[in-house]
Nanobody, 115 residues
Framework: QVQLVESGGGLVQPGGSLRLSCAASGFTFSSYAMRWYRQAPGKEREFVAIITSAGGSTTYADSVKGRFTISRDNVKNTVYLQMNNLKPEDMAVYYC????????WGQGTQVTVSS
């Protein structure tokens, strides 16, 4: 069965950095694009970034462009989200996503940006 397990969230001051990881299993990881989404309290889940199956192309939401970097390791079956220059508005639960006939989600990892 498809499993996505996020890690790496935590508390960081504004301007700080975090790297999120998502370990995938139960499917041929290298064949699928992977996405990160986030959901802040009281708001809808929103797209953050996507990386193609081989990692050759990435796309970002305008709100994170230039600050976040998505990458993947198809040997370790893991997708990453490097987040730099974090802002209070980046505070949310971050979810890893794969679309394999339907959407699959991880359990999420909390990112708190506060001084």
């Amino acid at each position: 069965q498809v499993q996505l397990v996020e890690s790496g969230g935590g508390l960081v001051q504004p301007g700080g950095s975090l790297r999120l990881s998502c370990a995938a299993s139960g499917f041929t990881f290298s064949s699928y694009a992977m996405r990160w989404y986030r959901q802040a309290p009281g708001k809808e889940r929103e797209f953050v970034a996507i990386i193609t199956s081989a990692g050759g192309s990435t796309t970002y939401a305008d709100s994170v462009k230039g600050r976040f970097t998505i990458s993947r390791d198809n040997v370790k079956n893991t997708v990453y989200l490097q987040m730099n220059n974090l802002k209070p508005e980046d505070m949310a639960v971050y979810y890893c996503n794969a679309f394999i006939s339907r959407h699959y989600w991880g359990q999420g990892t909390q990112v708190t940006v506060s001084s």
